[in-house]
């Protein structure tokens, strides 16, 4: 362990430590001040005692903490000033998927009941409901993710179906709210 006749250890606040290293301190230590560097293996291995003897004393951890070490001439040794920072995590940005939106069409309500008839059970069916447009039914799914099973249903029983969000958007705004959820549930409890 290092110790030093005038070394002093003050600590600055909870992150800083200021390190005082007299002249002879430096000439026991075998330190120049010109050649300190972290480089030098022997300035390393003392610089290192210091710093672990200044934390000891002071009572600061370094564990997960970057350590900054800065020195300064001084006329009677070297000034070392010892700067921790908590090491942070890089934000993750997470992108968000984008819903994806389809419009089933249909002539009359004996084939949306055949549509809830098949569909009824299967639990990968997401959240849908029912309008009323232009004298035709359009039973809207908006999800992230739209399984196979639903789409092929879907294309067996429509007359028409359609991905575009303004179609959406208009049927939507002018169309007749029948069932605002689970629409493919509801028609199967009622008329199955």
Known sequence: MVTGDNMTIEQIDSSKVLIVLGDKDMRDFALEYGTMSFEDPHSRKILGSILTLACTKTGISTKGKRMLVEALPHPDGCLILLTLEVIRKPKVYKIKRKKRTVCAVFENVEEIIKVSAVLENNKSVPENSL??????????????????????VLREFSVNIFQSKISVARIKENGRLILESKAHCLIGQYFN
């Not at 309008?131 to 039973?139: A, G, I, S």
């Open 131 to 152: 309008y009323f447009y232009d004298e035709k039914y359009c039973l809207i799914i908006e999800s992230f993710h739209i399984p196979c099973s639903v789409m092929r």
